[in-house]
């Protein structure tokens, strides 16, 4: 490192005149605690969180868990290279990871997963590979509530969702929410009804209200529709808790973990390609990715990109983010 560069080096703590190398930092992260690293993360997250309350009284506080897989790294051979996190829907912010073990699937990580995590007044939404009897249960009995895509895998319960919104004489008269909205020369079209009917009859756990989710696209200049599918899903919200409009912005703001998260993580910090695959080095690296971005966006970041590259060319700015003021005396 030049001359210039040695004040950084030594407000971080190191005492040589040079830098650590990279295979000192490969070795470094292959043996770091990857289960103390994502404790400290966690707690990080959480203050975060309660330092930034909603805006509104009663507003519902959407948690994401989806999973990703670090492809570079399992190409490799690293081990349990597929992750599961829980992403704030509000502030964009890795409330915790957990490492999938090999030849598993992301169920028993997110029993793992949610037991770490503060459930107490916040919705858990996932898609319909963790709509489980077992991870509903476990949600509501830690005070928590959940919004669960419910797909072929529960076949039952999807059977029973569909009659009851087929049948004209129970859905007459339900309350119901739409948004419509343009990008790229089309119009997107959603819609939610909910039904407390099977309240009841079906013994899924914790069960208040069911939900279905018309999706429309069309052509803006031909009206033609590209694009029509149906989705159903279960809640632990009663009525009183959560109205349509509400369920439809939980349903929505589930993705922002694929689009505010896993994509950021691929795009702009090209992990999809990385091959580190010694220890828990693979693991270490896709929390302090999820680190920077939740940092970034609470420091107002719109465009992660253009914050990482401002950042590295204003060391200073990156410092005081990370609560270490410039100081080189």
């Given at each position: 490192?030049?001359?210039?560069g040695?004040?950084?080096l ?7 005149a ?8 490969h ?10 690293v ?12 309660r330092?930034?309350p ?17 492809r570079?790294?399992r190409?490799?051979?690293?081990a ?9 829907h ?6 915790g990871?957990?490492?999938v ?6 169920i ?10 503060v459930?107490?007044?916040?919705v ?28 072929g895998n ?9 009659l009851?919104?087929?049948d004209?004489?129970l859905t007459?008269g ?13 119009v ?5 009804v ?17 939900a ?12 033609a529709v590209?694009?029509?599918?149906t ?20 349903w929505?703001?589930h ?20 091959q ?17 971005i939740g ?14 590259r ?5 060391p200073?700015h990156a ?11």
């Open positions: 490192m030049p001359k210039t040695r004040p950084w030594r407000r971080l703590g190191f005492t040589r040079y830098g650590p190398s990279q295979p000192t930092l070795r470094i992260f292959a043996g770091v605690a990857y289960a103390a994502e404790a400290a993360l966690r707690g990080w997250a959480e203050q975060a969180l330092l930034c909603p805006p509104g009284r009663g507003a519902l506080e959407g948690v994401a868990l989806d999973g990703k897989t670090l570079g790294s190409k490799r051979g690293a349990d290279a597929h992750l599961l996190a829980a992403l704030s509000r502030l964009g912010v890795v409330l990871q957990a490492a073990a090999d030849k598993t699937n992301e028993g990580a997110a029993d793992e997963l949610l037991l770490a995590l459930l107490e007044g916040r858990v939404t996932a898609d319909a590979l963790l709509a489980q009897r077992a991870l509903a249960q476990a949600i509501v009995a830690r005070g928590g509530d959940y919004l669960l895509v419910v797909k529960q076949p039952g319960l999807r059977a029973d969702i569909e009851l919104f087929g004209a004489t007459a339900l309350a119901a929410a739409e948004t419509v909205s343009q990008h790229s020369g089309r997107e079209t959603r819609r939610l909910a039904s407390p009917a099977l309240v009841g009859y079906s013994d899924w756990p914790g069960l208040a209200q069911v279905r989710v018309e999706r429309r696209v069309v052509a803006k200049r031909t009206g590209l694009r029509q599918e989705a159903y899903a279960v809640t632990s919200l009663a009525p009183g808790r959560a109205s349509p409009g509400q369920l439809l912005a939980l929505r703001g993705w922002a973990i694929e689009n505010r998260l896993h994509y950021v993580r691929d795009v702009t910090f090209d992990e999809d390609r990385a580190v695959r010694a220890g828990t080095a693979p693991q270490c690296m896709a929390a302090f990715r999820n680190l920077a940092l970034l966006r609470l420091l107002g970041a719109v465009n992660i990109a253009a914050a990482t401002r950042y590295a060319a204003q200073d410092l005081a983010a990370l609560g270490l003021p410039r100081d080189f005396e």
